[in-house]
């Protein structure tokens, strides 16, 4: 029979996610949980006190039955004993079952808030660590698999603090009260018995459950690729119709799922010993128990009342003992779990603050790019000795090919990566040396590829100043001219974009993002092909807006589009991460050398085409 709470272990690894099980031992893992608990040191002692005033109570409901069933021993003036002692008998035995469900109960209530507190306080420490990590890990993780570890990481605080505080624990203390009372009251053989029985029990349980760890494993593995695969399937969703591949995803989820069944099978029949194993160790330990019970009844040394005794300690003790191999896998499981969580955690941080880090002096000063190198791998450079300068409120841009390492001089002047050589200063300070809280809230940027949160236009718009008034939240969207557009729409601005803004056009998304960098109105701002997704009536239109927006701002356009960047202060041409032209655009015009041939080629492109 499949035991309540057969959960999914965790995966041994999960595809595409860094952090992986680490060599830490369970007890270190219980070591790195015990800080968040002892925080509420009182609750954890006081739930302790109603732990043990709980099993004292369950204990005391057998020795008080072994009395009432003696009591009920036909005896010379039974009538009178009826009147007196049965009564206050049955009424001691209904409040310490009363005591036994109120221990219980006040222990669940004092520790509920030491447990919530707890999950709450791991669980919003990641969160800020993810946010933390590298763009480098988050490009290299898979949102299914990373998802579910963290969910089953949070649910594995819950899940370890129930087990062992509620289950383990309370089973301890309640076999030590037994044996020393079958001890104390009755001969050693009951106490061997019982410990043999215990100790046979528990070596079969751990030794089996230990075994069927590799089932388990493999399952859960196998889960979690198959979640991977249909979450990474669902969020692709458009592609899969472009290439109409729906069976072909439908077919490699359903591949997943019969590894995971066929896994599955195979941890049911391990199961399936194990507890058919516990059951024959428990029926002849509770056969040989009352067994010698029932001979002392027989030769008179004990009483019908001390077998009643006897038979109820053993149905109490193992009853929570016929659940230990889920028990001891749900403990295994949730420090599994943690330990994940707590290695995902504990995963470096490429790119940190300096211990001397302070907040950026000159927001609005001059962006100097000295002497960059970058590669992303190190047989793969991307950027080679770049140097430029953006003076304070002047528009530098930056054209080439795709591939020409464009784009990886905003996600280092964002500081996403650090550079391997040379240095990128604002206003003369290395931004090494600054906060990154501080670099980031000095800068701006419309990114090429646009991805908006699933909620309403207004939030993705006032995303770029949380607390923005409605006002100023629409006169961004005008500026962005995309006002006309939501109001158009039944909703307005509580318009619900869909997930990663899949309900809005190319066009319409990247308005917002405009928009929201408008509203942001940062000091430097980088325009990474902003008008991309744009026709070339809107672009014309917005173009005036954007050349507003970087009016006496320190301002960065990367573009494909020549036309864009017509009247920067300067042009640089990139080429295989190496600048090879620079120059305003009537000079580079007129020096007929790669930006002349890329503007040649973008009018050829760009003239009516006659049938």
């Not at 049965?86 to 669940?108: C, D, K, Q, V």
């Not at 290439?243 to 391990?270: P, V």
Request: hydrophobic share 45%; no cysteine.
């Amino acid at each position: 029979m499949r035991r309540s709470g057969e959960a999914l272990a965790p995966p041994h690894h999960t595809p595409g996610l860094a952090p992986q099980r680490s060599d830490r031992s369970d007890w270190a893992t219980l070591r790195r949980l015990f800080p968040y608990l002892w925080d509420y040191k009182w609750r954890v002692l006081a739930a302790l006190t109603f732990m043990i005033g709980a099993k004292v109570a369950n204990v005391g409901v057998p020795v008080l039955l072994k009395n009432l069933v003696d009591t009920m021993t036909p005896k010379p003036d039974m009538a009178q004993a009826l009147l007196v002692v049965p009564i206050g008998l049955l009424l001691a035995y209904g409040l310490l079952r009363l005591s036994t469900s109120l221990f219980n109960e006040l222990r669940e209530l004092v520790f509920a808030k030491a447990t919530e507190g707890a999950a709450r306080r791991i669980s919003l420490e990641v969160f800020r660590h993810l946010h933390a990590l590298s763009l480098r890990f988050h490009l290299e993780r898979q949102t299914g698999g990373m998802t579910r570890d963290i969910e089953r990481g949070t649910r594995g605080v819950h899940s370890l603090i129930s087990m062992s505080l509620y289950s383990i624990v309370p089973t301890i203390v309640e076999l030590v009260l037994v044996l020393t009372i079958l001890g104390v009251k009755f001969d050693a053989l009951f106490v061997w018995i019982t410990g043999a029985a215990l100790v046979l029990y528990i070596t079969f349980t751990v030794t089996v459950t230990e075994w069927r760890t590799q089932f388990r494993k493999t399952m859960n593995e196998l889960d979690s690729v198959a979640q991977s695969r249909a979450v990474d399937s669902l969020l692709n969703y458009e592609t899969v119709k472009y290439f109409n591949n729906e069976e072909f995803e439908a077919g490699r989820y359903d591949a997943s799922l019969d590894r995971y069944r066929k896994a599955a099978i195979k941890s049911q029949r391990t199961l399936s010993l194990l507890n058919t194993g516990q059951q024959l160790l428990i029926a002849v330990s509770l056969v040989l128990m009352l067994w010698r019970a029932t001979a002392g009844v027989v030769e008179g040394r004990m009483t019908l009342g001390d077998l009643v005794m006897v038979n109820a300690f053993m149905i109490q003790l193992y009853i929570p003992l016929n659940f230990l191999g889920v028990i001891y896998r749900e403990i295994k499981q949730s420090l599994t779990d943690l330990d994940k969580m707590f290695v995902l955690m504990e995963k470096e941080r490429e790119v940190r603050d300096g211990a001397d880090a302070k907040p950026l002096a000159q927001p609005d000063g001059t962006v100097h790019f000295e002497d960059v190198s970058f590669a992303y791998e190190p047989d793969r450079p991307i950027l080679q000795h770049v140097s430029f300068e953006i003076p304070a409120g002047k528009t530098v841009a930056v054209v080439g090919p795709s591939g020409s390492g464009k784009s990886t001089l905003a996600r280092l002047l964002y500081r996403f990566y650090d550079v391997q050589d040379g240095r990128i200063t604002i206003g003369g300070e290395d931004i090494r040396t600054v906060t990154q809280a501080s670099l980031r809230q000095a800068i701006g940027i419309v990114p090429q590829d646009t991805v908006l949160f699933n909620d309403t236009i207004e939030y993705n718009i006032a995303y770029g100043r949380p607390g923005a008034t409605r006002e100023q939240v629409e006169a961004a969207a005008q500026a962005a001219r995309i006002h006309g557009f939501i109001a158009a729409t039944p909703k307005g601005y509580a318009t619900t974009v869909g997930e990663r803004g899949l309900k809005l056009s190319g066009g319409e998304k990247q308005r917002v993002a405009i928009a929201r960098t408008l509203l942001k109105n940062p000091p430097i701002v980088i325009f990474d092909e902003a008008t991309s997704a744009l026709d070339s009536a809107n672009e014309r239109a917005i173009q005036a807006e954007l050349k507003s927006a970087a009016q006496n701002k320190t301002t960065l356009v990367i573009a494909h589009r020549l036309s864009t960047v017509v009247d920067a202060h300067e042009i640089l041409v990139l080429e295989s991460g190496v600048v090879v032209e620079r120059g305003t655009h009537v000079d580079l015009l007129a020096r007929q050398g790669r930006y002349a041939q890329m503007w040649t080629l973008q009018k050829v492109e760009a003239a009516p085409v006659v049938l």
